[in-house]
């Protein structure tokens, strides 16, 4: 028997091992290529690291050293060369600050702490002195985090649908091939941090879909999901899929109505007790400190009574936003300024489009087995919770009156189930005795957009 058991793991160890480190290599390739700083917002997120690694505190002389540090390595590999800034290098009058070169938008420190803790200690115990090996031994950290995603996406696969192993060998390779999640993750960013969380989520949550919910799933979700939310705001995708992957898992067929009524009696009496707490001191106090620690507007009821809210609901150019969170998933490089020529975007709308119809094709004209079909409308729900959360940030924070932009990286904490959708949809039109072939051959086609976005963009605007 053990050895039975043995010959079952050996095989599945290997392709966990092998999917981390094809990921890794891919990652570690944008790494080396892309220059220092060139990550969005790294100078800014490597400041709040170094705030944290030193024990310093913003607007101190030692923040300033900090500051002045980044800039000094910023001018040594041309950053305003290649890179984002609002006011333009003066070499009669160089920057001294952060805010010298993004006013308004300098520093990452409203942000969620525990990765720039985290991050602030593993440069600490490194003892490196050198900004540019700090910051490579962060992006090296980056790398890790994406190529552990690609092996939770592996094992959601096989937990959910276990009768297929390509299928979850397809889905984690498409994140691993996936050129945006390659080039994030090789760069310094709290995005990485929650997106790894987010990944436990699905892993956990996927045995929950196929099975059932226990209290052992629910902790590992909420666990990860409280994590994810300490990390970035995006991470509030997380509880979004944690409660999504919940009510999928009560489904009344398969909980019965006793555990189903149990499980929405909770829900509403949490929520009655949210709502009684306003009325006490102290949970007034609790809200508005879980108002501050997100950064969320302070003048949040001033914005819906004056009408503003409103403004902005009709002003945000959504349209807009949308087409740069559609190029920035696939493949926007740099600080959104390495960009493909318009036909790639077009070519890829349309896998994206046959990927979506081949879905709602699989859904409707052939439903897998009941589990799988409400795994994947679950899925499909969070894929669509987390773009409005994403433009719902945008609208709250009136972002487009400052002409800040959301970006594909934001979705990056949802990859699991978007990936599932994308190769379970393109899957569908795809004859039973050819989907082998088939899967290779996107693999192949996943390789070579990526060799296009290196070889003809990445490289000739970097080098």
Request: positive net charge; proline residues 6%.
């Amino acid at each position: 028997m053990p050895s039975e058991r043995l010959a079952k793991i050996r095989p599945a160890a290997g392709t966990a091992l092998l999917l981390f480190i094809l990921s890794l290599a891919h990652q570690l390739l944008y790494l080396y290529l892309v220059p220092p700083w060139q990550g969005p917002d790294e100078p800014r997120h490597m400041e709040y690291i170094l705030l944290m690694a030193e024990g310093a505190e913003p607007g101190t002389p030692a923040a300033a050293a900090i500051q002045a540090r980044i800039i000094s390595s910023m001018e040594e590999h041309r950053f305003w060369q290649y890179g984002y800034f609002i006011n333009p290098y003066d070499p009669e009058n160089p920057p001294r600050t952060l805010d010298d070169i993004w006013p308004g938008f300098a520093h990452e420190t409203h942000q969620p702490p525990l990765y720039y803790w985290l991050v602030g200690r593993l440069v600490r115990w490194s003892g490196l002195g050198n900004i540019a090996a700090q910051l490579r031994l962060v992006r090296w950290l980056s790398a890790l985090l994406g190529a552990g995603i690609v092996v939770a996406a592996w094992l959601a696969g096989r937990t959910l649908i276990p009768n297929q192993p390509g299928f979850a060998a397809g889905t984690a390779l498409f994140i691993a091939g996936l050129p945006m999640f390659a080039f994030i993750h090789a760069a310094a960013n709290n995005d990485n941090l929650a997106a790894f969380f987010s990944a436990g989520v699905f892993l956990f949550g996927a045995g929950a879909l196929r099975e059932r919910l226990t209290w052992g799933r629910v902790l590992g979700m909420l666990v990860c999901a409280l994590l994810a939310l300490l990390t970035k705001r995006t991470g509030f995708i997380a509880p979004a899929a944690f409660a999504l992957i919940s009510l999928g898992s009560l489904w009344p067929e398969r909980a019965g109505r006793r555990l189903t009524a149990w499980a929405l009696g909770t829900l509403t009496g949490v929520l009655l007790a949210a709502g009684a707490a306003l009325l006490w001191p102290a949970g007034r106090e609790l809200l508005a400190a879980g108002w501050r620690f997100f950064h969320l507007p302070q003048d949040m009821v001033e914005l819906l009574t004056s009408g503003r809210y409103g403004e902005a609901l009709l002003r945000t150019p959504y349209l807009y936003y949308s087409r740069l969170i559609f190029e920035s998933f696939w493949a926007r490089f740099g600080w959104l300024n390495v960009r493909l020529a318009e036909g790639w975007y077009f070519v890829l709308l349309a896998v994206c489009g046959a990927a979506g119809a081949g879905l709602l094709k699989g859904l409707h004209h052939q439903p897998p087995e009941g589990y799988l079909r409400r795994a994947l409308i679950v899925y499909l729900l969070i894929a669509v919770a987390a773009f409005l959360l994403i433009m719902a940030k945008e609208v709250l924070y009136l972002s487009y009156r400052f002409g800040v932009v959301p970006q594909g990286r934001y979705l990056f904490p949802a990859v699991i189930p978007l990936a599932t959708l994308f190769v379970w949809g393109l899957r569908e039109w795809v004859p039973a005795a050819w989907r082998r072939t088939a899967g290779w051959a996107g693999g192949l086609a996943l390789l070579l957009f990526d060799a296009l976005c290196l070889m003809g963009y990445v490289l000739p605007f970097y080098h």
